[in-house]
């Protein structure tokens, strides 16, 4: 196990920053877990960007400029859905 995420590192960051991310959209705010969450993804595109693909574990998907694409884009779109939505109510 313990190579197992030395291995995987990236990716596991990207998810437990996810799990965050979830955890406040559910106990906290959903604009503010939204903004992280889209963070995280933008994460994983620095990552994929400055790690070589023998480095970069499960984030390498597919060819580098196809991961590339879709994560920034991904995360771009999110970031503004997510300063879009209006501030609910309390």
Known sequence: MKNFARKQW??????SGILIALAV???VDF???????SLNVLLAFLLRLRLPDSKA???????????L????TLGILLLI???????GSK
């Open 10 to 15: 990236p990716i596991l960051m990207v998810y």
């Open 25 to 27: 959209v559910i106990f």
């Open 31 to 37: 604009r503010s877990g939204a903004i992280l969450l």
């Open 57 to 67: 574990g499960w984030l390498r998907i597919r060819r580098r400029r196809i991961d």
């Open 69 to 72: 694409t879709v994560l920034a």
């Open 81 to 87: 859905l997510a300063l879009v939505v209006p501030q």
